[in-house]
């Protein structure tokens, strides 16, 4: 198992290595066994999937210009993730300027709440599903990213905050705060006759 | 050690439920917490309800399981015709 995780780490870093010397190929390989979970990611926060690519070509496109500073104390995926979360939100507050909006977490009081009538289960459930994009989406970028990172994509409190760029306490605030939101939309009755 | 239940209960544990859930609460608050919520209906629904909630969110991440599009490395390839050098020279400059 260690030798593994040796052989994986030697191998990143001799691609860090040829990638910072212009090797587009060898980029291509440190990068691409990333890219579905960086764009499963990307697609979640922005529930756009042509928003979602062009976030996902600007954010490789950033990590290739960027690759020259990459040392190599963080894990590639955590500096990818790092990237991608900030390219969407900015790609959030493109929108939100576009729309001409208020701030985006007040759209969550909007949100209709689920379905409960649905004549099959399985309806109920896609219309819960469906509802709980729509809470994530009402959220403020910065909660919706901690939701994101830690409950959908299962990173660690840690992890997650290090993309995200706080410390580990103000993560944690931001989302108990997102759990919060999405709980009160959602509503318990909906939620407890999903698990039931 | 015995712990004394306060009138206050409900207000303290309402905004601890998520801590309470995931784990961050020390023993003394998380008794208190679970004593509180034996007998609050509301708090025990709220318990049952967020880590319905977390299952949810879990199984959102498995139905969205998606393959990256053709192309992303396209953008990437086109900006490989000038000297690795002047890019990052370009990326310090954003």
């Known amino acids: 198992m260690l030798r593994t995780s040796f052989a994986i780490e030697r191998r990143e870093s001799d691609l860090v290595v ?29 529930r756009d999937s042509g928003e979602a690519e062009d976030v996902l070509q600007e954010t490789l496109l950033r990590a290739w210009r960027g690759i020259g500073r990459f040392r190599g104390r963080a894990m590639i995926f955590t500096w990818l993730y790092r990237i991608a979360v900030n390219e969407s939100n900015r790609a959030l507050e493109r929108r939100s300027r576009r729309a001409s909006a208020g701030p985006v977490d007040d759209a969550v009081a909007g949100v209709a709440a689920p379905a409960h009538h649905g004549p099959a289960r399985r309806a109920e459930q896609h219309a819960l599903q469906q509802a709980l994009g729509d809470a ?31 410390g580990e306490a103000a993560f944690k605030s931001r989302l108990h705060h997102a759990r919060q939101k999405v709980r009160a939309v959602l509503g318990d009755a909906a939620l407890l006759s999903a698990a039931s | 050690m015995r712990l004394i239940r306060r009138g206050d209960d409900h207000a303290w544990a309402q905004p601890r439920l998520s801590h309470y859930v995931e784990g961050e609460l020390g023993w003394r608050a998380r008794r208190r917490l679970e004593l509180h919520a034996e007998e609050c209906p509301d708090c025990s629904r709220g318990i ?47």
């Not at chain 1, 060898?26 to 697609?43: M, T």
């Open chain 1, 18 to 46: 040829a990638a910072r010397g212009g090797d587009v190929g060898a980029f291509e390989d440190l990068i691409g066994p990333h890219a579905d979970r960086l764009y499963s990611v990307v697609l979640v926060l922005l």
């Open chain 1, 136 to 166: 994530i989406a009402g959220l403020a970028p910065q909660y919706r990213a901690a939701l994101v990172l830690r409950d959908v994509e299962g990173l660690s409190t840690r992890e997650a905050a290090q993309i995200t760029g706080v």
């Open chain 2, 48 to 94: 049952r309800a967020l880590r319905a909630l977390l299952r949810l969110l879990h199984q959102s991440a498995i139905e969205s399981e998606t393959r990256a599009p053709a192309g992303i490395f396209d953008r990437v390839r086109r900006d490989t015709s000038g000297d690795p050098r002047d890019r990052d020279r370009e990326e310090e400059a954003t």
